[in-house]
């Protein structure tokens, strides 16, 4: 499975239960690889248009 970055994090841009789920339930059948979602390097700004 490919990155997807859905914008589900919570407070902070930590995982919130949505990605959590999200993942366990993709996990649970045996998938082989799982990238998981873009990580932020920098506090500063998210997107461009910040």
Do not use: W
Request: proline share 4%; aromatic share 8%; hydrophobic share 25%.
């Amino acid at each position: 499975m490919g990155s997807m970055t859905r914008n589900r994090c919570i407070d902070d841009n930590k995982p919130g239960p949505a990605q959590i789920k999200h993942y366990a339930d993709r996990a649970k059948y045996g998938t082989g690889l799982i990238v998981t979602e873009g990580t932020f390097v920098t506090d500063s700004k998210q997107y461009t248009t910040q």
